[in-house]
């Protein structure tokens, strides 16, 4: 059965630095999001993309963040300068009908 | 703004003991109504779709119920493997269509004791 994969699986940055997590969607779904989970706490909203632009974004998604698709495959969440409060699971999801399918993960460990 | 409420957070329950979770919900207008299954350290897993009220979907000992306020997740002759924690969501409708957010709730904690 398909599945989202991301990486890394684990990712560990000091403050201020920049970290990309990529996700490659399952092949013919056209929905991609990305959300996230501190700790203990509930799954957050951050983005949706669809046709190669962002449909809807979360106040958490400043100007801090961005989303691509560099190459037809990869969807990419850069976060340019870390702080300790980006610490969190982040999670990719993607959909073609109704339900969102979710990766793994990337857990993100700012120090 | 769309809420989705959860309970109990936490829930224990011997092997073979029915039970059902709640999801309250307020929304401007319903799309869907998801469960997922999240296990400790992974990604949520995708169980259910509820889209009108009086919908009912079936999985092995899960069953999902819709009404117009809340949805009703029920665990009949749970195994230890069903220790989970489910979480609802819901869709609401807008402009922006397919491509709209999940809005998530707590989510409850289930263990099942062999």
């Known amino acids: 059965e398909p599945e989202v994969t991301q990486t890394p699986s684990h990712q560990v940055t000091q403050m201020g630095q920049e970290v990309i997590l990529r996700c490659v969607p399952i092949s013919n779904h056209l929905y991609f999001y990305w959300y996230r989970q501190i700790l203990g706490q509930k799954v957050e909203f951050l983005v949706s993309?669809?046709?190669?632009?962002?449909?809807?974004k979360s106040e958490i998604f400043d100007d801090q963040f961005s989303v691509e698709r560099p190459d037809g495959s990869n969807f990419t969440l850069k976060i340019r300068s870390t702080k300790l409060e980006d610490s969190a699971m982040y999670f990719c999801?993607?959909?073609?009908?109704?339900?969102?399918?979710f990766g793994p993960g990337t857990r993100l460990t700012v120090t | 703004e769309d809420q989705v409420t959860q309970s109990p957070e936490a829930l224990r329950l011997q092997e073979g003991e029915s039970s059902s979770l709640n999801c309250s919900y307020t929304?401007?207008?319903?799309?869907?109504l998801f469960w997922y299954r999240q296990d400790p350290g992974k990604g949520p897993e995708f169980l259910f779709t509820?889209?009108?009220a009086g919908e009912e979907k079936e999985k092995e000992r899960l069953k999902a119920t819709l009404t117009k306020k809340e949805s009703f997740l029920h665990i009949t002759a749970p195994k230890p493997e069903d220790s989970a924690t489910y979480l609802c969501?819901?869709?609401?409708?807008?402009?922006?269509?397919?491509?709209?957010?999940?809005?998530f709730g707590s989510g409850t904690q289930l263990t099942v004791l062999p």
């Open positions: 999801a993607t959909k073609a009908g109704t339900a969102q399918y």
């Open positions: 929304v401007s207008g319903l799309r869907g």
């Open positions: 993309f669809y046709n190669n632009e962002i449909s809807e």
């Open positions: 969501a819901v869709q609401a409708l807008s402009y922006s269509g397919s491509a709209r957010q999940l809005t």
């Open positions: 509820l889209y009108s």
